[in-house]
T-cell receptor
Framework: GNSVTQMEGPVTLSEEAFLTINCTYT??????LFWYVQYPGEGLQLLLK?????DKGSNKGFEATYRKETTSFHLEKGSVQVSDSAVYFC?????????????FGKGTKLTVNP | GAVVSQHPSRVICKSGTSVKIECRSL??????MFWYRQFPKQSLMLMAT?????????EQGVEKDKFLINHASLTLSTLTVTSAHPEDSSFYIC??????????????FGPGTRLTVT
């Protein structure tokens, strides 16, 4: 079945450092790809998405490009802030039984220190 | 933005008892709600999909008689863990899909409920 693999955490960075969180996927067909973020004590929020190959999703300074040739959707940010501390989940959508469902990676915890 | 709430946020119950978890969409109508389970350091695993007014669709390996799901209105879905056992202890998360949503799968997630069965 479809699956998502993302880099193990936790990741600890200093403020203004460059962030990369790797995500690769296995899927039949052409899924849409997502990054969700979960801040402490809150539910998951959609951070960005890409729906076809070579699309770049971006939001709040974060970017990820849908790379079909490497089946990857790595999350990057040029300069992280303390407020970016959260758990980040990579996900893909798959269509089963007439409805679309999300398949998640395990999540990567990011801590940004001042 | 779209907000989904869950109640309770934490619950401790004794083995053999049942516990109900509520999931509400606060500012939108949700024809479809999803229930996930998350183990420590694991990804979210979809348990079931519920559509308003119809029976829930359970994922393979999820016991429908143990995890009862009711989606009685466009803003409320409930998950009842019946005859709970310690192995049911987990973090349960719901999400809701906006009835007015577009073609993309954008789910709005609740903050989760931590269930501990003693």
């Amino acid at each position: 079945g479809n699956s998502v693999t993302q880099m193990e955490g936790p990741v600890t960075l200093s403020e203004e450092a460059f962030l990369t969180i790797n995500c690769t996927y296995t899927a039949t067909g052409y899924p849409s790809l997502f990054w969700y973020v979960q801040y402490p004590g809150e539910g998951l929020q959609l951070l960005l998405k890409a729906t076809k190959a070579d699309d770049k999703g971006s939001n709040k300074g974060f970017e990820a490009t849908y790379r079909k040739e490497t089946t990857s959707f790595h999350l990057e940010k040029g300069s992280v802030q303390v407020s970016d501390s959260a758990v980040y989940f990579c996900a893909l959508s798959e269509r089963r039984g007439g409805s679309e469902k999300l398949v998640f990676g395990k999540g990567t915890k990011l801590t940004v220190n001042p | 933005g779209a907000v989904v709430s869950q109640h309770p946020s934490r619950v401790i119950c004794k083995s053999g008892t049942s516990v109900k978890i509520e999931c509400r969409s606060l500012d939108f109508q949700a024809t479809t709600m999803f229930w996930y389970r998350q183990f420590p350091k694991q990804s979210l695993m979809l348990m079931a999909t519920s559509n308003e007014g119809s029976k829930a669709t359970y994922e393979q390996g999820v016991e429908k008689d143990k995890f009862l799901i009711n989606h009685a209105s466009l803003t409320l879905s409930t998950l009842t863990v019946t005859s709970a056992h310690p192995e049911d202890s987990s973090f349960y998360i719901c999400s809701a899909r906006d009835r007015a949503g577009g073609p993309w799968v954008v789910q709005y997630f609740g903050p989760g409920t931590r269930l501990t069965v003693t």
